[in-house]
C-alpha cells in the first residue's frame, strides 16, 4: 500500500493517457519514451520514472506496449469505470458544458442537471430533465451522482458547494472564480481559465523576471 | 537578466496574486507565509523561496507588505497593462464567457468576436458586434488584439488558430479538447476540464496506486 501520487504526477499521468489514447486509437502498438516526450512536452527522463513506478510495460529497449499502459493509466486514474456527474447551474456556461462531446469517451456520464430558477427547472436539456437544486439530495441519490459540476455565478458557489456536500457529494468541479471552502474528505477541482490568461500575459509581456538580491525572508 | 520562469513557478505566482488581491481588498496591510500557506495550500517553505526570488517584501519577522506584494505580482504577470482579447467562435460557450464578471478585473477586455456562421455575424453580443472570421487579421490589427480565446468544436480549432497566428496572434487560449500545434514563439494554453474531472476521479477512486517492483525501464 502507498499513498496517493502528488497531484503533479497525477497531472503527468492524465497527460501520458490522452497521448497513448490517440496512439492506441491510431492503431500504433509500440512508442517509447523519446517519442511520448516530444507529444507530451515532459521529458523522456521523467517519463520513465513515472511509468517505471505504475509498473513494467514492456521489454527493455523495445519500447512501451501502447495497450497495455493505455488500459493501465486508464485504470490508474478510476476512468475504466463509469463516473455519474451532475451540473449545477443551467446557464449558458452549464449548457455549453453539455455540448462537450469528449465526455462520454472518458466515462464521464451526465446523470443530473439542477437550477434554482422555476424557468429553467423541468426543461429538458441534452436528454435530462433539469431538477429543482432543494431536491439535489434525493436526486444524486436515487441517480448515483459522484460528482458535480458548480457553473453557477460566484456568488452562490459557495452555497450550492454545500448543498452538494450535504448531499452527500466528495468531488466538485468548479468552474465559478471563487476559492471553495468544503470540509476534509472533499475534493475540489478549480476550472479557472484566468489563470490560463494569466500565464499568457506572462509570456507575452516577454520581459525577464528581475531579482532583487537580497536574502531569503522569514516572513 | 534571467530566464523566464518554469510553467509552475509561474502558476504559483498566480495562486499567491489571487491570495494577495483578496488580502488587498479587504483592506490587510501585512500577511506571512504561514497564513499565505493555509490560504494557497502552498507550502509555508515554497512560498518564503518564490517570493524572496522576486525581491524584499518587507522586514524579516515581520511580515509582508500586502500592497507591495500585491503590485509586484502584478507587475511580474504582466497585469499591469490591460490585454485585448478575441474570443473565436460564438456558440454557447463562447457567449458563456461574456459572463464572466472577472475579466475586466483582472486587465482583459474583451475587444473582438469572431464567427463563421452567417446567422451569428453581425449579431451584438456583450455590445460587441460579431465579426465574420475572414476579416480576422484586419479586425485584431485595428482593435489591437493580442490574445485570442478558441471556443469552437474541436474539429474547427486547428484551423482557426492557424487563421489567428496568420493574423500575428501570439497567445490562444484553447478550450476545445485537442492540442493545437503552433509555430515556435506562439504559446497555447489548454483550458481542459476533462483534466479535472479525471483529478476528481483519481481521488474519489481511493485506491492506492500499486506498484510492480521492477528496474527502471529505458524504454
Request: no cysteine; glycine share 10%; hydrophobic share 45%.
Amino acid at each position: 500500500m502507498q499513498d496517493a501520487a502528488p497531484p503533479a504526477t497525477v497531472s503527468r499521468l492524465i497527460t501520458y493517457l490522452r497521448a497513448v489514447a490517440d496512439l492506441h486509437g491510431a492503431g500504433t502498438a509500440i512508442t517509447s519514451s523519446d517519442s511520448l516526450a516530444a507529444t507530451t512536452g515532459i521529458s523522456a527522463y521523467q517519463i520513465r520514472k513515472d511509468l517505471a513506478y505504475f509498473g513494467t510495460f514492456g521489454t527493455r529497449g523495445s519500447g512501451y506496449d501502447v495497450p497495455l499502459v493505455h488500459e493501465r493509466l486508464r485504470e490508474i486514474l478510476g476512468l475504466t469505470t463509469v463516473w455519474r456527474v451532475g451540473i449545477i447551474g443551467m446557464g449558458r456556461l452549464g449548457q455549453a458544458i453539455t455540448d462537450y462531446p469528449a465526455f462520454g469517451e472518458y466515462g464521464f456520464s451526465i446523470a443530473a442537471m439542477f437550477d434554482h430558477d422555476p424557468d429553467v427547472i423541468g426543461q429538458e436539456i441534452a436528454g435530462i430533465t433539469v431538477t429543482d437544486i432543494r431536491h439535489m439530495p434525493e436526486t444524486t441519490a436515487s441517480r448515483g451522482v459522484e460528482m458535480v459540476l458548480v457553473t453557477v455565478p460566484a456568488a452562490a458557489a459557495q452555497g450550492v458547494a454545500e448543498l452538494a456536500v450535504g448531499a452527500g457529494i466528495r468531488a466538485i468541479l468548479n468552474f465559478a472564480p471563487v476559492v471553495l471552502r468544503v470540509p476534509a474528505g472533499v475534493h475540489v477541482e478549480p476550472v479557472d481559465f484566468l489563470a490560463g490568461l494569466k500565464r499568457l500575459s506572462y509570456h507575452l509581456r516577454g520581459l525577464p523576471v528581475l531579482k532583487t538580491p537580497g536574502r531569503t525572508q522569514t516572513a
